[in-house]
Structure formats: C-alpha cells, structure tokens
C-alpha cells in the first residue's frame, strides 16, 4: 500500500449515528497509507462503538471526556488540539454540525475544534430530512465559511428506510478526501480541462428519445478531481442527476449534435480534454413532430444516421488541439478495441473499460480501467470512481507535462 499519508496525524472525531460502525474501517484505512490516528468519541458515539474497538483499531488510546483526570494527564485536550494536522468529524450528526456553526465547546470533540489551528473537515451522516433542514443547510453553509471542509454527505438508501442524501461517504471516499485536504494535488494550476460527462439522448418524438444507461458518475468525479488539482474546469454534461461540483463550470446538452458544438467550443481554449460521455452513436434520420401513434403492424422501423464523433473531432483539431484522453466502453476484447479507438480517433490515452464486470462501469459507484497511451499502460483496480478519478488525474497530468518519461516509466 502506498504510504500517501506517511506520518500525518489524524485526529478523528466521531459522533452519534449508525455510520460509527464505518468509521473503524476508516481508521484502518488511514493506518494502511501511514498515517497516525487518535480518536475521539463524543457520549452518543458510544451507543454505536466501543473505545475497545477504535483502541484496537487506532493502536492509541481513545478519549471520551474532557473531565478525565487520566486522559488529561495523558494528552490533554489543548494538546490533542495541538497534535492534529487534521481534524475529521465521520460521522458527523445534525448535532455535532450544529455545534460547530455556533462555535460551541461543551464536550471534548467541539472543545478540541475549537482549539486547534489544525483544518477540519466533516462527514455529515443523518436522515434525509434532517439534512434537507434549513437548519442544518444554514449550519453547513456557516461551516463552509469557516473554511470547514464537507466531505459529501452521499445519497442512496438509508438505515432508517429513507432515500436521499445524508448517508456517509465511504471509508476510501474519505480517504480521497483527506489525501486532498492534506496533500493538495496542485499540478494542474494554469490548465483548462474540458470533460463529457453522461449520456446523450437522441429524441424520436416530442416524447421519446434513444440513450444509454451513463449516470455521469465517472465524468463528474473526473471534473472534481480535476478542479482539487487546480485546474479550470469545464464540464459538459448530458441530462444527469448530479450536483455540479464546486468549483465546476457546466454546460448542459441533451443531444450528441449539442456536445459536439459545446465540446469543440471549449476544446479549443483547453489544454487537455477527457471524453467520457457516453454519446450516442446514431440518432434519427428525422424527429416526429408529433408524437407516434401506434398503428396496427408488428413492427415499427426507425431509420438512424450516424452522429459526429466527438472526440475524433477534438483530436484532428489542427490548430489548438487539446492533448486528448478518451474512454472505451467495451465488453468483449474490451484491450484490443481500446487499442484500435486510440488509433482511429487519434488520441493521446485512453481509458479501456469493461463494462461488462458486474459493480463497474454503467451507473456504479466503482470502476476499473486500463489506461492505455502511445508506450505505456498502466491498470487502475476495481474501485470507488472517486478515488479513480483522482488517480486518473494524476496520471494524467503527468503524461500531459512529460509525455516520454512516464510512458517509458510505466511501459
Ligand atoms: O457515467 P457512468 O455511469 O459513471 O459510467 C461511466 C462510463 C461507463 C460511461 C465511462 O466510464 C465510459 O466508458 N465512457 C465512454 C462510453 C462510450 O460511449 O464509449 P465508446 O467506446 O462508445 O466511445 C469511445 C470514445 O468516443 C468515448 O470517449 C466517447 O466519449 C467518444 N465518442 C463516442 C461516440 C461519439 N459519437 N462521439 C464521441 O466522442
């Protein structure tokens, strides 16, 4: 394991919530890339985990109150403060979040936030509702101007039954984050990046339209990875149901024929490009304009014409031209037919990815690729497309800055 986080010392708060029992796992995954963790666990943590198992976990003993005679003596709170390079709040309750926007220190985790010149960041973990509050929306905002790091909330299914946003990031989500926040990835300061992101929806009829199964998952988290690296971002987007990253600006499509003039637009004021978009090959010879009525024969025939290449276009610009990274959605000889992309289209890397793996590629939250260039390749492990992503940006810029050494380097 790569030691990213080599001696850096993590001090994690962790409050009351059904998220706790992730929050041994993110020890754990801290511990893994070297990194130093002690924790603390606010009363309402400890109804979901025990001391014994963040003290196992964390090598160090765990505190839990600020009127302990012996864990004064042994680190007392001013000198936690002091000892952190970074304090983390996962989860982080509707209470915790609110604590902190007022500036109060009436336990040991606020007390310790309060006194340290150290960053802090917070995993907010609570039910939808209450994370949709404008109460808590207020908090959160007053938190930001405090230069507070959010790391996510994330939507999905919660333990109380619930859907929506509020559940807490996974352990190597924040892992990414706290690389981010403690390691910031600055190579890309001056760069204009564009990426596609999302699919393409070609309309039939005022009411049907043809497209993919892209959820803009894996494009959005480039365009954010890319934006913490200090690029100037631009994203163009099919319809999806993200939020637009900080940082980010979006342009919004539907159509292959509207990202193909958006994409060629941005391309040439970009240093590099990242097609990720999954764009829709053909669209219809002619759009109903009304919608079509179902006669009485079996079959219906459509007569399709092929879209612009987007990419392709990108990548024969003559003047201008960005250097250009595609991906290749693929799932039979999925090695052979990025190679033959990366010819045909005229890039500079691709991305070869095997969206036939089950937790991968269409509309996951994870994905594996194999990054392939003129001279190298290199193999990015089934993962968190976050932690992709920021990887990818990485290599990336590297290939961008010193094109010949890292292809020899990784061949
Ligand atoms: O959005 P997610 O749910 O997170 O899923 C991510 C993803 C699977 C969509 C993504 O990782 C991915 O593989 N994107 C490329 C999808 C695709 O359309 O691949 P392709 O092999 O058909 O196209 C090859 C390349 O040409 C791609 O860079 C594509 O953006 C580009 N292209 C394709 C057709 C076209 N008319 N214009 C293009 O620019």
Redesign the pocket.
């Given at each position: 394991m790569q030691q990213t986080l080599a001696a850096k010392r993590i001090l994690l708060g962790i409050s009351g919530g059904i998220a706790a029992y992730k929050s041994a796992d993110l020890v754990r995954r801290l511990k893994e890339r070297g990194a130093e963790v002690r924790v603390i666990l606010t009363s309402a943590a400890q109804q979901f985990i025990t001391p014994l198992t963040l003290q196992a976990v964390s090598g160090n003993p765990v505190s839990t109150t600020m009127l302990d005679p012996a864990a004064e003596a042994a680190m007392g709170h001013i000198e936690l403060a002091k000892w952190a390079e970074l304090i983390v709040i996962a989860p982080a309750s509707a209470d915790v979040v609110a604590k902190l926007a007022h500036g109060m220190a009436n336990d040991l985790l606020t007390t310790c936030v309060l006194a340290t010149a150290a960053p802090v960041a917070v995993a907010p973990a609570m039910n939808q509702q209450m994370y949709n509050n404008i109460a808590t929306q207020q908090n959160l905002a007053t938190l930001k101007k405090h230069n507070i790091h959010i790391y996510g909330p994330g939507a999905g299914a919660q333990a109380c039954g619930d859907v929506g946003y509020g559940r807490m990031l996974e352990p190597l989500e924040l892992v990414a984050l706290i690389e981010q926040t403690l390691l910031p990835l600055t190579p890309l300061i001056g760069l204009h990046i564009t990426i596609?992101?999302?699919?393409t929806r070609e309309a039939i009829d005022p009411v049907r339209f043809l497209s993919?199964?892209?959820?803009?998952?894996?494009?959005?988290?480039l365009a954010a990875a890319a934006a913490a690296a200090g690029a100037t971002v631009t994203l163009i987007s099919g319809p999806?149901q993200l939020a637009t990253p900080a940082g980010v600006n979006r342009i919004q499509v539907i159509s292959?024929e509207q990202?193909?003039a958006a994409?060629l637009n941005a391309a040439i004021k970009s240093d590099i490009f990242?097609?990720?978009?999954?764009?829709?090959?053909y669209r219809a010879a002619t759009i109903a304009p009304g919608k079509i009525k179902k006669g009485s024969a079996e079959t219906l025939q459509l007569t399709l014409v092929?879209?612009?290449?987007?990419?392709?276009?990108?990548a024969s610009l003559t003047e201008r031209r960005p250097f250009t990274?595609?991906?290749?959605?693929?799932t039979t000889d999925v090695l052979h037919?990025?190679r033959q992309?990366l010819n045909s289209?005229k890039?500079d890397m691709?991305?070869a990815?095997d969206?036939s793996l089950p937790n991968a590629?269409?509309?996951?939250e994870q994905?594996a690729?194999t990054a392939i260039w003129h001279g190298g390749e290199q193999v990015l492990e089934l993962q968190n497309?976050v932690t992709l992503a920021a990887s990818l940006i990485t290599l990336i810029s590297q290939l961008f800055s010193q094109p010949q050494t890292t292809s020899e380097t990784n061949k």
């Open positions: 596609t992101a999302g699919p993919n199964h892209s959820s803009g998952k894996m494009g959005y988290a999806v292959a990202m193909h994409a990242i097609g990720c978009a999954a764009v829709a090959d092929k879209n612009p290449d987007i990419i392709a276009a990108v990274v595609g991906f290749a959605a693929e037919y990025a992309k289209k890039l691709i991305c990815n969206v590629g269409f509309n996951s994905n690729i497309k």
